[in-house]
C-alpha cells in the first residue's frame, strides 16, 4: 500500500492511505460542506492550502467538468475518510496529492482547537515521515504569499457576453469562480475580467458601471492594485466585492481586515440580515474576516455562529459587498438575489449618468 503522511505545524504526524502520489506543503484547513467537491476542489480561493472534508465520503457522485469553477485543482492536497475512485483518479491526473483512511475528526478537532496551521504531505511507494516533515519546513504563512494573485488571476483582459445589453461589469478577478461569472452573464451583463492588478488607466478606459472585486485566496493586504482601484473609483462608481472582494474593499475604504482562529468553510453557515432579521443559508470558504468596516462602512448583515461581518454596505458610496458567495456552487441558492442588487446599484448609476446634468 501506498504509504501517506501528514506532518502538522504542532509536532503530530498523522499516517493514512495514498490515493494520488506526490508531496505538497499548505495551510491546513477544513470544510463541513457534505456535498460540491467538484467545486470546492476547483475554487480559486483554496490556492496554497490543504483541504479536509469533515464529511466521510467524497466523491458519491462521480466528477463532472460542468460543475468545476475553474480549469484546475487549487489546493495543495486533498484529505478525507474516504475518497470514491473517481476523485482519486481526478486528483492524480491534476497531479494533487490526496491522502485517506485518516481519522478526519481528529484532524478537524485539531485545526478548531490549534487553528488553521502549516502543514507538509507525503504521499508514495517509498515515501517517509521526514518526507512530510521537509514538506512541513518549506511551508510559508498564508500572508507571507505576497503573490498569490498571479497565481490564480487572467493575465489579460478578457470578455465575456460583449453582446448582453446589461450593465458594463469591470471584475477584478483575484482567482475569480467561474459561477461569479455566469451570475453575471444570466442578469444580461457584459463582464470585463480584469487582471487583479489592474491599473487605474485600464479600469477608466472602460468606464464600467460597477467595479466588482471577486473572491480569492490568501492576505487581503497582499491585493495592493486591487485596494487602490477601489479607493480610485469608489466615489464615481459603484463597487461590489465577495469574500476577499469584501475584504478588499474594506481595506481600501478605511476599515481592517484580521485572520481567524480556523475560518468559516462549509455550505450551511447562517447569515442573519440586520434590517429584515431574515435568516439565510450561506456557502462560505474564507480565513480572514473584517475586523473594524471603518467609518464609510456599515456591517448589515452578520454570521450568526459568531457575529463576525457577513454583509457590508456603503455609507455615504455605492457600496455591496458579502463575505460569503451568494453564487453558491456549491451550496444553498438564498442568496443570488445579491447579484441582483449590485446590477440593480449598477443601472441607477448607469442611468443617472446618460441624463445630461441640465436637463
Ligand atoms: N473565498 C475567498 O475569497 C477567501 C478570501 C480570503 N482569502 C480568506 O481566506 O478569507
Known amino acids: 500500500m501506498t504509504e501517506a503522511y501528514v506532518a502538522l505545524e504542532d509536532g503530530r504526524v498523522l499516517e493514512g492511505r495514498g490515493r494520488a502520489p506526490g508531496t505538497a506543503r499548505g495551510e491546513l484547513v477544513f470544510t463541513t460542506a457534505y456535498t460540491g467537491y467538484e467545486e470546492s476542489l476547483t475554487d480559486p480561493s483554496y490556492e496554497e492550502q490543504v483541504l479536509t472534508f469533515s464529511y466521510p465520503l467524497i466523491g458519491n457522485y462521480g466528477v463532472r467538468e460542468e460543475r468545476f469553477e475553474d480549469d484546475r485543482v487549487h489546493p495543495r492536497a486533498a484529505i478525507a475518510k474516504e475518497f470514491t475512485a473517481d476523485v482519486a483518479e481526478w486528483l492524480e491526473s491534476e497531479g494533487v496529492p490526496a491522502i485517506d483512511h485518516l481519522d478526519t475528526r481528529e484532524v478537524v478537532t485539531e485545526i478548531r482547537d490549534g487553528g488553521a496551521m502549516k502543514c507538509g504531505i507525503a504521499v508514495g511507494e517509498d515515501v517517509t515521515e521526514e518526507d512530510a516533515i521537509a514538506e512541513l519546513e518549506q511551508c510559508e504563512a498564508m500572508s507571507e504569499h505576497t503573490e498569490i494573485g498571479a497565481q490564480v488571476s487572467v493575465d489579460e483582459h478578457e470578455v465575456y457576453g460583449a453582446d448582453n445589453e446589461g450593465v458594463d461589469v469591470a471584475l477584478v478577478d483575484c482567482g475569480a469562480k467561474g459561477s461569479i461569472v455566469d451570475s453575471l452573464l444570466a442578469r444580461d451583463a457584459t463582464v470585463h475580467v480584469l487582471p487583479h492588478d489592474a491599473a487605474v488607466a485600464d ?52 476599515g ?104
Open 203 to 254: 479600469v477608466e478606459s472602460l468606464d464600467p458601471d460597477v467595479l466588482f472585486i471577486s473572491n480569492g485566496p490568501g492576505d487581503p493586504v497582499n491585493y495592493e492594485e486591487a485596494i487602490a482601484l477601489v479607493e480610485a473609483f469608489v466615489e464615481d462608481t459603484p463597487v461590489a466585492g465577495i469574500c476577499l472582494g469584501q475584504q478588499i474593499v474594506a481595506e481600501a475604504l478605511g
Open 256 to 359: 481592517t481586515t484580521e485572520k481567524m482562529d480556523f475560518g468559516h468553510r462549509g455550505v450551511n453557515q447562517p447569515v442573519l440580515d440586520l434590517e429584515t432579521g431574515q435568516v439565510v443559508m450561506t456557502t462560505q470558504n474564507h480565513g480572514y474576516t473584517v475586523a473594524d468596516p471603518g467609518e464609510h462602512l456599515e456591517v448589515t448583515q452578520i454570521n450568526v455562529n459568531d457575529d463576525t461581518p457577513e454583509g457590508i454596505d456603503g455609507i455615504e458610496y455605492d457600496v455591496i459587498t458579502r463575505q460569503y458567495h451568494p453564487e453558491a456552487n456549491p451550496g444553498p441558492e438564498d442568496t443570488l438575489d445579491f447579484f441582483d442588487d449590485v446590477l440593480a446599484m449598477a443601472s441607477e448609476r448607469a442611468d443617472a449618468r446618460a441624463v445630461p446634468a441640465d436637463d
